[in-house]
């Protein structure tokens, strides 16, 4: 099972798995997180997705894309995202994320060919869907390969790892090229307020929450506050602070042997009747169920 951690600010601990480079690049199902949902997130890095089967939903900025098989998906830095079920099949899947210091083989040509991409708050994603174009077969051909050079580890493999990122940012290039420049001002303050309230959420989870709290952190209305959450994360704050709630406790029920009434108090509800009564409508499945479930050989 897959955690993905956070610091305060919502954003990601990126744990990089390749010696010497801020490169990470893992081979999951989406059955690795909890309910078959990632935990919503954002990060400096430059993500990029590659469905190897099944297919997945994925969240930017309130915006829903659907990653059918075989189809690429490139998130820009510092966006609020996460991927969740899109059917009842399971979805495989190759996530590479790499920071923008990979791309500053000099200043001069990271200014021009790298920051213009990053810093457009236009900029939020690109989707390739799986046809015969020569940039598709490029991305797709280079996501796989470098899976397999970490898989394989073999000497000097970092170099062509090196070399597939930069093929890969060279077509991204030039799909930004006809990107409009600039931002939507309030669209862009939407986003920031949402991330301080996100994080606040993440902060102070196991305590009793109120939605006065809530949009007090972004100094906005309780009713402006419901509006930034139902178009940036499609639910409620309450909704949210449950749903990461139970996050939270699927992780205390496999890797602890707290009781499950200690794991309800610890993830911010009073009763455990109630904590069990959401938990099974989210995972359909008991607490006890699911603890027993993971910890059967």
Not at 39 to 56: K, P, Q
Not at 228 to 251: A, D, M, T
Request: hydrophobic share 35%; charged share 25%.
């Amino acid at each position: 099972m897959i955690e993905i951690q956070v610091i305060n600010d919502s954003s990601e601990i990126i744990f990089y798995n390749m010696p010497d480079l801020p490169v990470k690049i893992i081979h999951p199902k989406l059955s690795d997180y909890p309910g078959m949902r990632v935990m919503c997130h954002w990060h400096e890095d430059i993500e990029l997705i590659y469905i190897v089967s099944g297919e997945m939903n994925y969240e930017i900025n309130g915006k829903t894309v659907r990653l059918p098989e075989n189809s690429l998906l490139f998130v820009n830095a510092r966006q609020l995202h996460y991927g969740f079920r899109a059917a009842a099949d399971d979805c495989d899947f190759i996530c590479v994320l790499f920071h923008p210091s990979m791309l500053r083989v000099s200043d001069s040509l990271f200014q021009r060919t790298a920051e213009p991409v990053i810093d457009n708050e236009a900029i939020e994603y690109l989707l390739f869907e799986a046809d015969d174009t020569d940039d598709y077969r490029s991305v797709s051909r280079c996501i796989r390969e470098t899976a397999a050079l970490c898989e394989q580890a073999a000497p000097g493999y970092e170099w062509s790892v090196i070399g597939n990122l930069s093929r890969i940012w060279s077509v991204i290039l030039r799909s930004c090229g006809e990107m409009p420049l600039g931002t939507d001002n309030a669209r862009f303050e939407d986003r920031q307020i949402q991330r301080e309230m996100v994080s606040y959420i993440f902060s102070h989870f196991a305590e009793p929450l109120t939605l006065e709290e809530i949009a007090a952190v972004g100094s906005v209305s309780r009713s402006k506050c419901c509006l930034i959450f139902k178009k940036y994360l499609g639910e409620s704050p309450v909704s949210f602070v449950n749903s990461y709630r139970l996050e939270k406790s699927c992780l205390e029920l496999r890797n602890t042997g707290r009781s499950i009434t200690e794991i309800a108090l610890r993830c911010g509800f009073n009763h455990s009747s109630y904590f069990t009564k959401m938990f099974q409508r989210k995972f359909g499945c008991t607490p006890s169920d699911y603890r027993q479930r993971f910890s059967d050989p």
